[in-house]
């Protein structure tokens, strides 16, 4: 048998207006909007709102969350966050200047990505100026200074920082001795230096520069020290 009668006491004003000591804690209060019971352990008693109890769980992005609602049975609801495996597999290195790692699905294991120093050089903005050349094979950037070889055409023309081995025939070149030489040219602002060493260790040099409003090749001069055996 029942050892306590719950009552539904309803047309309440004021739900904070009213005494907790006028009814049994297992009443049932209702303002007509929203339900209430008397609550009490020890000290503290309430009237506890049911009506704003949550009733539906929900998700609105179904690709991430979904939500099954047992309200009618248990009085429940059970998340399910998605995850999927697969996604580190679709990692991929398109030029190689990285290497990827991937875990195994379903396991602890992390995908590991680092880079690649064979390749990281091959990187568009690794860009070169003042004679530096850049020459890159496979897996392997070479940088250095710009050479040519068995140049046979018109020193004149060579205005960028460069080493040079003109052959004999070579246009505007200086006095060749019994050999050939290396030419070295430097380029400053609009300033363009050259200097002729040949096999027999004589030196020449000439600058190119603005002279009379247009840019023009002095005569070359033989710098060569004269030998304190001499």
Same mark, same amino acid.
């Given at each position: 048998?029942?050892?306590? #009668?719950v009552?539904?006491?309803?047309?309440?004003?004021?739900?904070?207006?009213?005494?907790?000591?006028?009814?049994?804690?297992?009443? %049932?209060?209702?303002?007509?909007?929203?339900?209430?019971?008397?609550?009490?352990?020890?000290?503290?008693?309430?009237?506890?709102?049911?009506?704003?109890?949550?009733?539906?769980?929900?998700?609105?992005?179904? +690709? %991430?969350?979904? *939500?099954?609602?047992?309200?009618?049975?248990?009085?429940?609801?059970?998340?399910?966050?998605?995850?999927?495996?697969?996604?580190?597999? *679709?990692? @991929?290195?398109?030029?190689?200047?990285?290497?990827? /790692?991937?875990?195994?699905?379903?396991?602890? @294991?992390?995908?590991? *990505? +680092?880079?690649?120093?064979?390749?990281?050089? @091959?990187?568009?903005?690794l860009?070169?100026?003042?004679?530096?050349?850049?020459t890159?094979?496979?897996?392997?950037?070479?940088?250095?200074?710009?050479?040519?070889?068995?140049y046979?055409? +018109?020193?004149?023309?060579?205005?960028?920082?460069c %080493? &040079?081995?003109?052959?004999?025939?070579a &246009?505007?070149?200086?006095?060749?001795?019994?050999?050939?030489? #290396?030419?070295? &040219?430097?380029?400053?602002?609009?300033?363009? $230096?050259? /200097?002729?060493?040949?096999?027999?260790? #004589? *030196?020449?040099?000439?600058?190119?520069?603005?002279?009379?409003g247009?840019?023009?090749?002095s005569?070359w001069?033989?710098?060569?020290? &004269? $030998?304190?055996?001499?």
């Open positions: 048998m029942a050892k306590k #009668i009552r539904g006491i309803t047309d309440v004003k004021t739900i904070n207006n009213q005494d907790f000591d006028t009814n049994n804690v297992n009443d %049932l209060l209702s303002d007509g909007q929203y339900n209430y019971i008397h609550r009490k352990k020890g000290k503290n008693e309430e009237y506890h709102n049911l009506t704003d109890n949550i009733k539906t769980l929900s998700s609105d992005n179904t +690709d %991430l969350l979904t *939500v099954t609602n047992n309200n009618k049975t248990t009085n429940t609801a059970t998340l399910h966050p998605k995850h999927d495996a697969q996604k580190e597999q *679709v990692l @991929e290195s398109t030029r190689n200047t990285v290497t990827i /790692q991937h875990g195994t699905s379903g396991t602890p @294991e992390k995908t590991t *990505v +680092d880079t690649n120093p064979k390749k990281v050089l @091959e990187h568009e903005n860009l070169t100026i003042n004679g530096i050349s850049k890159t094979m496979e897996n392997v950037t070479t940088i250095g200074l710009k050479t040519i070889d068995n046979s055409g +018109d020193l004149n023309e060579l205005t960028e920082t %080493l &040079v081995r003109p052959t004999n025939n &246009v505007n070149l200086p006095f060749v001795g019994n050999g050939e030489g #290396i030419l070295t &040219v430097v380029k400053i602002a609009d300033t363009v $230096s050259q /200097q002729y060493h040949n096999i027999d260790n #004589i *030196v020449f040099t000439r600058v190119r520069t603005y002279w009379n247009a840019l023009r090749w005569e001069t033989c710098v060569t020290p &004269v $030998s304190p055996s001499e």
